[in-house]
């Protein structure tokens, strides 16, 4: 059974600092992973999606990396900044399973 | 604009009294998903559908009901609501290229 973990579970950095978040995972037969963000009481919103075949993609100041052999992911988050508190989730979509499992998430605040 | 509706976004209801919660999306996706988000047990999937009128338990299905009569509608039904399904709901859409999620809809019963 598929097992998602993120370290650590919550971050506190000033404004400006390069970051990393990370997520590991059991199963290395997945079919894509996802990170999304989640600000307080709200909903989920989709920042990058790797597919199996793919080991990173990127979106503006954010980098998201797939190692399938070590189980990892990470996000790494450049020049953060306030906007940037939020919760950061990651999902693994695992073949055959239909579901998405979620870790998690590392809440983090960027000081202004 | 390509997205999944929720509704209602907050229901405070009575135990015992049926309630649907909608999910709508405009994607022509497929695959359809609840979810439950609960403090310190992250979110957990109740039921899903692969197509229209298929559907399966997920992880917490229990007090549950789904239907997928359209593809483009997914509701979530609770034929007689208890305190422990207080949460906040999410429904979810997707493919081989990701899932979107609605905005939520937070549920207390009382």
């Known amino acids: 059974k598929q097992e998602v973990t993120q370290i650590p579970a919550a971050l506190s950095v000033p404004e400006g600092e390069n970051l990393v978040l990370n997520c590991s995972f059991t199963d290395s037969a997945i079919y894509n992973l996802q990170w999304f963000r989640q600000d307080p009481g709200k909903g989920l919103t989709s920042l990058l999606l790797?597919?199996?075949?793919?080991r990173e993609q990127t979106s503006g100041r954010l980098n998201a990396s797939l190692d399938k052999s070590s189980g990892r992911s990470t996000l790494y988050i450049a020049a953060s900044q306030p906007g940037d508190s939020a919760t950061y989730l990651c999902?693994?979509?695992?073949?055959?399973?239909?579901?998405?499992?979620f870790g998690t998430g590392t809440r983090l605040k960027v000081l202004a | 604009e390509a997205q999944v509706t929720q509704n209602p976004r907050y229901l405070i209801t009575v135990t015992g009294k049926k309630l649907t919660v909608t999910c709508s999306q405009n994607?022509?996706?497929?695959?359809m998903s609840w979810y439950r988000q609960d403090p310190g047990l992250g979110l957990r999937q109740i039921y899903y559908?692969?197509?229209?009128?298929?559907?399966d338990k997920g992880d917490v299905p229990e007090g549950y009901k789904v239907s997928r009569k359209e593809k483009r509608n997914f509701p979530l039904i609770l034929e007689s609501p208890s305190p422990n399904q207080t949460s906040l709901y999410f429904c979810?859409?997707?493919?081989?290229?990701?899932?979107?999620f609605g905005s939520g809809t937070r549920l207390t019963v009382v």
């Open positions: 999902a693994s979509f695992t073949s055959g399973t239909y579901k998405y499992i």
């Open positions: 559908s692969m197509n229209v009128e298929v559907t």
């Open positions: 790797i597919q199996s075949s793919q």
């Open positions: 979810a859409s997707g493919n081989n290229y990701g899932y979107t």
């Open positions: 994607m022509n996706h497929e695959y």
